[in-house]
């Protein structure tokens, strides 16, 4: 089956520091990969995505590089904000014709001025 | 363009009521789905549905839960005579007919059950 595997939280960076959130995933197929991030009280939102090998999602100083030989989507910005903290879901979608979203167990991310 | 609207934001049942949630898609929107996220959890999909069909209900118990997209009106979540168990925080999300990757969360509603 699919599953999404997160480093576990929570996150504590200094603002301005470097910030690292890994995922891999297992999928049959070949899946789109996506990080969503979730603000206090608020649903989902998509950060960036990735649809194939070697692509490269980016958003809001966010990167996520798709790497099929290692199987990971790891989520990285180079310098955090007090602002970025929430909670960080890596998930995939295969193109099956089932349109289900697979989530990690997400990433609290907390900064500190 | 309003987002995807869900409600109530917070719901508090007793053991053995039944729990409506209510979950309007994004204008334009045809697709809906219904995602639960038990505490500390990842979100787990439940089931997806277009306007009148369930097209995946995979992730449905299959007991006391079901779900419906009527031609008119918002989606429904329907959970029969709760238990303390189903207590989480369900989201739904919406995407167009036209583009399959790209999927729209409300805020979520929050069910405690006493």
């Known amino acids: 089956g699919n599953s999404v595997t997160q480093m576990e939280g929570p996150v504590t960076l200094s603002e301005e520091a470097f910030l690292t959130i890994n995922c891999t995933y297992t999928?049959?197929?070949?899946?789109?990969l996506f990080w969503y991030v979730q603000y206090p009280g608020e649903g989902l939102q998509l950060l960036l995505k990735a649809t194939k090998a070697d692509d490269k999602g980016s958003n809001k100083g966010f990167e996520a590089t798709y790497r099929k030989e290692t199987t990971s989507f790891h989520l990285e910005k180079g310098s955090v904000q007090v602002s970025d903290s929430a909670v960080y879901f890596c998930a995939l979608r295969v193109d099956t014709g089932r349109r289900a979203l697979t989530f990690g167990s997400g990433t609290r991310l907390q900064v500190q001025p | 363009n309003a987002g995807v609207m869900q409600n109530p934001r917070h719901l508090v049942r007793r053991r053995g009521q039944e729990a409506r949630l209510r979950c309007s898609p994004m204008?334009?929107?045809?697709?809906v789905y219904w995602y639960r996220q038990l505490p500390e959890e990842g979100l787990k999909f439940m089931v997806y549905?277009?306007?009148?069909?369930?097209?995946?209900e995979s992730g449905m118990p299959k007991e006391r839960f079901s779900a419906e997209f009527p031609k008119e009106g918002p989606s429904i979540l329907r959970i029969q005579q709760v238990v303390r168990g189903d207590s989480a925080a369900y989201f739904c999300a919406s995407s167009p007919g036209d583009r399959d990757y790209e999927q729209y969360f409300g805020p979520g509603t929050r069910l405690t059950v006493t």
């Open positions: 204008k334009g929107h045809s697709h």
């Open positions: 549905l277009q306007k009148e069909n369930i097209i995946d």
């Open positions: 999928a049959t197929g070949y899946p789109s």
